[in-house]
T-cell receptor, first 115, second 114 residues
């Protein structure tokens, strides 16, 4: 079974400050990990993904995430927040299971960026 | 342009009136899924399809039906909608990354059942 925990349903940062959104996962198989972003009244857009290889993954809009197997974490970071980063962010995990194309999502973190 | 389309985008209906939400993808993906999004619960999978005529239940299938007669289409059917099915619905299609599946999402359908 797979599960994802996102710590903090709401995170607020100042423009220009570091963004850190936390994600911890559990998986009985090697995990594949994803971060999606959802802007108001829009669908989900893939920010970045970890499948195999390098554990530091770079995505769009200056975001990156590091897969840490020992900590079962996949935290999302951005060095300097911009007003346009305000959105809801979802961490998700998938693996080689019977429902192969299933993504298990966290409950989401709403990011607010203040001036 | 590669995309997943859903129709309608917004729907208000009454309890018990059958409805269908259509989903279509133009990427020739084998895998398609339906999710519902509810505040505080994230997205939960309703049904998925591995290929034409192959479908299976996700985590919250009760009250829903699907069909996959063509590769590009994966409609979601609510035969007798109830207020607890008021939600935001997303269709997704997936490409195999060698064990992982990167999913492409449609724009969503906001359903209200009164």
């Amino acid at each position: 079974a797979q599960s994802v925990t996102q710590l903090g349903s709401h995170v607020s940062v100042s423009e220009g400050a570091l963004v850190l959104l936390r994600c911890n996962y559990s998986s009985s198989v090697p995990p594949y990990l994803f971060w999606y972003v959802q802007y108001p009244n829009q669908g989900l857009q893939l920010l970045l993904k970890y499948t195999t290889g390098a554990t530091l993954v770079k995505g769009i809009n200056g975001f990156e995430a590091e897969f840490k197997k020992s900590e079962t974490s996949f935290h999302l970071t951005k060095p300097s927040a911009h007003m346009s980063d305000a959105a809801e962010y979802f961490c998700a995990v998938s693996g080689i299971t019977g429902g192969g194309n299933k993504l298990t999502f966290g409950t989401g973190t709403q990011l607010k960026v203040e001036l | 342009e590669a995309q997943v389309t859903q129709n309608p985008r917004y729907l208000i209906t009454v309890t018990g009136k059958k409805l269908t939400v259509t989903c279509s993808q133009n990427m020739n993906h084998e895998y398609m899924s339906w999710y519902r999004q509810d505040p505080g619960l994230g997205l939960r999978q309703i049904y998925y399809s591995m290929n034409v005529e192959v479908t299976d239940k996700g985590d919250v299938p009760e009250g829903y039906k699907v069909s996959r007669k063509e590769k590009r289409n994966f409609p979601l059917i609510l035969e007798s909608p109830s207020p607890n099915q008021t939600s935001l619905y997303f269709c997704a299609s997936s490409v195999d990354l060698g064990g992982a599946y990167e999913q492409y999402f449609g724009p969503g359908t906001r359903l209200t059942v009164t």
